[in-house]
Nanobody, 115 residues
Framework: QVQLVESGGGLVQAGGSLRLSCTAS????????MGWYRQAPGKQRELVAA???????NYADSVKGRFTISRDNAKKMLYLQMNGLEVEDTAVYYC?????????WGQGTQVTVSS
């Protein structure tokens, strides 16, 4: 069975930083495009960053210049370095395949940014 587990969230002040991690088990991780999603209260889940199996990255306009996605295929890990956090970044963050081949969602990790 495929299992996605997110960690690293927490409560931080605006302007602070967090590094999120995602572990993926039950798949050949290296062949999958992977991405980070977030869902804030009252909003739809949105893709904020993606990292293809070929090493290309893409970011939502709202996080460009502040967030950096990376991956370690050997460890089957996906990371999201978040700098310059804003209150609007408050959401539950999830990892998953950004497109065809979507996996079952994990529980996500809560990121709360205070003013």
């Amino acid at each position: 069975q495929v299992q996605l587990v997110e960690s690293g969230g927490g409560l931080v002040q605006a302007g602070g930083s967090l590094r999120l991690s995602c572990t993926a088990s039950g798949i050949i991780f290296s062949i999958y495009d992977m991405g980070w999603y977030r869902q804030a209260p009252g909003k739809q889940r949105e893709l904020v960053a993606a990292f293809t199996n070929g090493g290309r990255t893409n970011y939502a306009d709202s996080v460009k210049g502040r967030f950096t996605i990376s991956r370690d295929n050997a460890k089957k890990m996906l990371y999201l370095q978040m700098n310059g956090l804003e209150v609007e970044d408050t959401a539950v963050y999830y990892c998953n395949v950004p497109g065809y081949g979507r996996l079952s969602w994990g529980q996500g990790t809560q990121v709360t940014v205070s003013s």
